[in-house]
């Protein structure tokens, strides 16, 4: 499936039809025509900017958020019915949970949390599955049969699930937790990989570099790896978003392992259901948290693909 | 046809095989093993080796697996650890529910979603489409869960339009023979029970279909678009067919094939939603009872459960073939 979505901009920016494609040659390679493109749309910027300031306050967590992350410096203020809400203490501008915690400091304290897990577990899978692909593609024969049927098996259970099941092997906890989603993530590149690496296969500067008498080994290593590697790496950050809400999935099952007043968003959600009805922004702002987050990954993987599509490439 | 539906049941049976290879493993492996994860875990050794010989945990791994498969061939699948029932019958009580809720969330997605997709290619450009590709990106970067809080809170509790959790209200006296609680109500002509354990479904039903709505509607619109300038659509045109006719015979028809596609994976995956959305709105379903599986480590409801799983989506991509073959005669003589 192609994927059509040009914004407005894609259109009107190259009245350079005079001038065909051979212009391109001059200097501009795959990515950095890529990455030209890129900053002319403005879907990818908008991306861009959500994950930057993701980024930027995963990062300068211990400096932004007034408390700890497992504090629980309104321990006090909380009654059984009553727990202070947005507003209501000038010291907890977003108020308290359950717990006594600052919720504030327990989303920015969530940004490093959902990030870690998510660039690790994305990280996982992407070794993987690379790994799996690579091999598959680049030897081929009966070693790509058995890869290709254990990644077919391993596609055969829903992601969820999957992650779930390795998560019981492997006790709750975060570590099983990035390696579950990092798992159920492996076939999708696996597969992406080979397939694209068969696609160049026939390709005539893989037969030229045959010809010139170069080795299986640099053919694949130097030749088809790279130009086969584009689809993986927009997957890749697709996959982040994904790797976001399912990791916030698993630690609202409870499989996140910790303190229940752990800082992470999943987690926050869990503790959220009794509270719903008194106090609903226990449950909405780190849903709207993981939301946006995934939003930007989505948006940037996404202007990626089309930046890298061929088919809208001469434009 | 039938000679296709075999050759395809046939694949079917390297997957399942390994697949029960890996689950086999998968039990062996789990912390403590199966015997722990049976007894808990202040479980005596005395009581572990107990179990290992009643079980036959302590044969040699090849022995056991046989053993395994065989009752697996013949559709024994265990015993759950948490109801001490056996898993099948398990799966057969719940089933039913989670069903209901799915037919409901495919109901609304497809529903809205193919119109949807189809009307923001037909506008390319315009506020609608513009409209429905914002809308479909929310809905594929919205948790479920996230989404099925905000639905239970809007509309259970700002404003208490339909119930918030459970199948049906306790307090209706209604017959169940089906286990399929709408259904049940038509069929015994019990229209209170029915209209309620609809009512029950609403909500769930939006939000486990809004991934799956989201999905559609970007297919649908991908697919129309590359469609509706193809050269036979100009032909149709050129030769002064009614637009009605191009619209729907040429243009609709042809853009189905991914659609449908999208349509059968989507089902699939509806399983891993489900969890999440019964979860959320207390809906006895397969999802609920594999979230308390999970917790338990009830590992033959599991085990079980993931073969099931991988049949189901074997027996709905061959559905899909199969409707290719209907939307596309070319598919046909092949």
Not at chain 1, 147 to 164: E, K, Y
Not at chain 1, 285 to 295: D, F
Request: hydrophobic share 50%; aromatic share 8%; net charge neutral.
């Amino acid at each position: 499936m192609s994927n059509i979505l040009p914004p407005a901009a894609g259109g009107e920016v190259t009245p350079a039809t005079a001038e065909p494609t051979l212009s391109e040659g001059s200097g501009t390679g795959l990515w950095k025509d890529a990455f030209r493109r890129l900053r002319r749309n403005p879907q990818a910027i908008a991306g861009a900017i959500i994950i930057g300031l993701f980024l930027l306050v995963a990062a300068l967590a211990p400096i932004l958020a007034p408390y700890g992350g497992n504090e629980l410096p309104g321990r006090t203020e909380i009654t059984p019915i009553n727990i202070p809400g947005p507003g209501e203490l000038p010291e907890y501008p977003l108020g308290l949970d359950r717990f006594g915690g600052d919720v504030l400091s327990k989303l920015i304290w969530g940004a490093q949390a959902s990030l870690m897990i998510g660039v690790i577990s994305t990280a996982i899978g992407l070794a993987g599955g690379m790994l799996l692909g690579l091999l598959a593609g680049g030897l081929g024969g009966w070693v790509d049969s058995v890869i290709m049927r254990f990644v077919d098996i391993l596609l055969s259970v829903p992601n969820l699930l999957l992650a779930v099941s390795i998560a019981a092997i492997l006790g709750q906890g975060q570590y099983a937790v990035m390696i579950a989603i990092g798992a159920s993530q492996l076939p999708i590149f696996a597969r992406l990989l080979r397939s694209s690496m068969l696609s160049q296969r026939g390709s005539d500067y893989i037969l030229a570099a045959q010809t010139l008498g170069l080795s299986r080994r640099t053919i694949t290593m130097s030749h088809l790896l790279p130009n086969s590697v584009g689809p993986v790496i927009v997957q890749a950050t697709l996959s982040l978003a994904t790797a976001v809400i399912d990791a916030a999935a698993l630690s609202f099952l409870g499989l996140g392992g910790g303190l229940p007043q752990t800082a992470e968003w999943g987690r926050m959600l869990t503790y959220a259901q009794a509270e719903l009805a008194s106090s609903p922004y226990l449950a909405f702002l780190p849903g709207a948290c993981i939301a946006i987050t995934a939003l930007g990954f989505t948006l940037l993987g996404e202007s990626l693909r089309e930046a890298l599509d061929p088919k809208t490439r001469q434009k | 046809m039938l000679r296709v539906i075999g050759k395809r049941l046939a694949l079917l049976i390297p997957t399942l095989f390994g697949l029960s290879v890996l689950l086999f493993l998968w039990v062996r492996s789990l912390p403590g093993g199966p015997a722990t994860a049976l007894l808990g875990e202040r479980a005596t050794p005395e009581a572990v080796a107990r179990v290992n010989e009643l079980y036959g945990f302590d044969q040699p791994l090849l022995l056991q697996y046989f053993t395994y498969m065989g009752k697996l061939l013949q559709g024994d699948f265990g015993t759950s650890i948490i109801t001490g029932r056996p898993v099948l019958q398990e799966f057969a009580t719940r089933f039913p529910a989670t069903i209901e809720l799915s037919v409901v969330a495919l109901i609304f997605a497809i529903g809205i979603g193919i119109p949807l997709g189809y009307l923001a290619a037909r506008h390319y450009g315009k506020v609608v489409d513009h409209g429905s590709v914002v809308l479909s990106l929310i809905g594929i970067t919205i948790p479920v869960f996230f989404l099925a809080f905000i639905l239970k809170y809007l509309f259970a509790i700002q404003w208490p339009i339909l119930p918030p959790d459970g199948r049906q209200n306790p307090r209706i006296n209604a017959t169940h023979f089906t286990d399929f609680y709408v259904l049940d109500g038509i069929l015994t002509g019990e229209y209170d029970a029915a209209w309620d354990a609809f009512q029950h479904l609403i909500l769930p039903g939006l939000a486990l279909g809004t991934i799956p709505l989201a999905i559609i509607v970007r297919i649908t619109r991908a697919s129309v678009l590359e469609v509706q300038n193809a050269d036979y659509v100009r032909t149709a045109r050129a030769k002064g067919l009614m637009e009605k006719t191009i619209r729907s015979r040429f243009i609709l028809r042809n853009a189905m094939l991914p659609v449908v596609t999208t349509i059968g994976l989507q089902t699939g995956l509806l399983i891993s939603g489900a969890v999440l959305t019964e979860t959320v709105f207390a809906f006895n379903g397969i999802g609920s009872f594999l979230r308390d599986a999970i917790f338990e480590l009830d590992y033959p409801v599991l085990q079980g459960f993931i073969i099931f799983i991988a049949i189901l989506y074997a027996l709905i991509n061959l559905i899909v073939d199969i409707s290719y073959t209907i939307i596309d005669p070319r598919v046909r003589v092949q």
